[in-house]
Structure formats: C-alpha cells, structure tokens
C-alpha cells in the first residue's frame, strides 16, 4: 500500500497542512507507468492505493491502475465483435465475444488497417480522414467456417466531417456471429455406414419437417411408443452419388421400439460436419442433394449449400458399421 501526500497539479492549489507541509491536491502517478517510464497504447500499469486524509475527516482509500489507449482525441472506426445470441445485430449485455479473427478495413487513399478484437471483443481503428470505408471479419482458419453471419460481412461504413472539417467517429461497426453455427456438445454427429438405408430401421416415425442451418441438420419428427423421448441416429449410406450436383443418401433411425399407442413429437439435431469434411476434400465448396430416407419407402429431398469444415474435431473418427 503506498500512501500519497502530495500531487502536483496545473493550478497549483494547496494548503499548509498542521505539520508544516505544503499539500497540493491532485493525483500522483508515481509507479504507474511502468519501468520505462511509459506506457504504450493498450498496456495497463499494476494497481496502486492512494489514502487519503483530511484533518476534519476520517481517512479513506482506494486503488486504481492507468489503462493508457489512444489519443483520446483520435477519431475512431470501430464495435464489437459478439456472439448474437438474439439474432438481432447489435450486442447486449450477456453476449459473449467472439475474439477468434481479425478485422480488415479499407478506405480512401490505400488505407489498409488490420487489427483484432480484444478479450470483450471490442476493436478501434484511426481514421484520419472521412470517406468510405470497408470492414471484414476473418475468422482464424481453426474455427468454423465459413461464420454465419447476423450482421453485414464485409460492413461498409461512410465516415462524415464534423463541423471542423475533421472525421468523426462510428463505434459501432459491430460483427454479430451467430450461435447456432457451433454444435452443442450433446448434438451427435452423422455416421457412415455401407449398410442400404432399408436395412437401418429399428422402429417407425413420420416425417414433419428438417432444415439445415449451418453445419447442424434439425428433424421434426412424430411417432408413437411408451416415453416422449426417442434416441434418433443419421446415418450416410456409401459414398457420394456422382450426379450434378452430388447426391448423398442418409437415413434417420428411430432407435426405440415400444408397443404403446401415445403419440409424440421431437426435435432433434445432429451435426453434418463430418459429412461436409467428406464432401470438401472431394469436390471443394459446392451443392450437395440429400435424399433424406425415412420407413416404408419415404424419401425428402433437400439441396444444401456444403462449404468449409464446421468445429468437429477434424482428426476425430469416422463411424463404421451399422445395425
């Protein structure tokens, strides 16, 4: 704890105080600015306790460190970089950051500045004359891509002069990234098996809907049996049907076969990453047409947009095998 008497300050101001010294008020900064005597923008100083005392009163104390950014004075082009958890472009509190990328902004005269959103996903960049200006999130090549997005990518930006003349300042340049691009770690992934799709059903279900967003594929299913909660598993029949574009047949399998009559409906969700994989290293981005198989005969046909890997574990297993 450093106890602090005396500040110098511009004006100057102080008092003699009962012990004959002379007490300026103010701050002093003394060991915050680090060995060098400087601190650069970005770096944070370690804390430091000031006490405080006035004859009149009881002493009090607090501690504070210098977080030292740019020139306050600086115009800024700058947001938040954030998972958008309500899927409405702007952040909120509660809204994680999303720091796995960098942001690319180009503007009048060959600017060029590439910076990277910080541990709360904020980042700034000067700008040092209105215009347009471009701004793109590029994610880090170990994360999902391509990121869906709720939020323009690339955003563009006019930058307006105040009355001055001088540029002013946008703060809020955000980059929203959607949620539900990254597979819950409960959502099973879709296997591969040599097995026809006729010879993979345990137990009936109807189909009601499926739709695929990202990397995850979502059924809507009904069927009857004892509990409203049915183990599902997908499966990829052999490998990709050569046609324009490729077809992929995979089959949905109800696992649970129960002799009641109640009649429920699910939700469930699996992750096509390994699928994608799959796809990407044999024909690179592209369509893909899934024939969806079902019991009795029952097909869906959808087509699906296949591009880059999602955030299964590349080097994880393939799953062989079948019923």
Not at 271 to 283: I, K, N, S, V
Request: hydrophobic share 40%; glycine share 12%; charged share 15%.
């Amino acid at each position: 704890m450093t106890s602090t008497r005396w500040a110098t300050t511009p004006s100057g101001d102080g008092v003699v105080d009962s012990t004959g010294v002379w007490v300026q008020w103010g701050y002093d900064y003394a060991g915050l600015i680090g060995d060098d005597g400087a601190l650069a923008p970005g770096e944070a100083s370690e804390s430091k306790t000031w006490i405080f005392h006035d004859p009149a009163l009881a002493s009090f104390a607090f501690a504070a460190n210098a977080d030292v950014g740019g020139d306050p004075g600086a115009t800024v082009l700058g947001g938040r970089c954030f998972l958008d958890q309500n899927y409405d472009g702007r952040p909120q509190p509660g809204e994680e950051p999303f720091t796995a990328g960098s942001v690319i902004v180009t503007g009048p005269g060959d600017f060029w500045f590439a910076t990277s959103p910080d541990f709360d996903g904020r980042y700034g960049v000067p700008i040092y004359e209105p215009g347009l200006y471009q701004l793109t999130f590029e994610s880090y090549a170990m994360t999902p891509m391509p990121l869906t997005f709720t939020t323009p990518n690339p955003l563009t930006v006019m930058i307006v002069a105040g009355p001055d003349g001088a540029p002013q300042s946008y703060p809020n340049a955000h980059f929203g990234i959607a949620p539900d691009w990254f597979p819950p770690p409960s959502v099973l992934p879709i296997w591969f098996t040599e097995l026809p799709p006729e010879a993979l059903h345990v137990a009936p279900w109807n189909f009601q809907d499926a739709s695929v967003q990202g990397a995850l594929m979502t059924f809507h299913v009904g069927y009857s049996g004892c509990s409203p909660e049915h183990p599902f598993a997908l499966w990829m029949s052999g490998e990709f049907m050569e046609s324009q574009p490729p077809r992929a047949s995979i089959t949905l399998v109800n696992e649970l076969a129960e002799e009641c009559d109640a009649a429920f409906e699910q939700w469930t969700t699996f992750d096509l990453g390994p699928l994608f994989r799959r796809y990407m290293e044999a024909y690179g981005p592209g369509e893909l047409i899934l024939d969806v198989h079902g019991p009795d005969g029952f097909m869906h046909v959808m087509k699906i947009g296949i591009a880059l890997p999602d955030s299964t574990d590349p080097d994880g297993p393939v799953y062989p095998g079948g019923h």
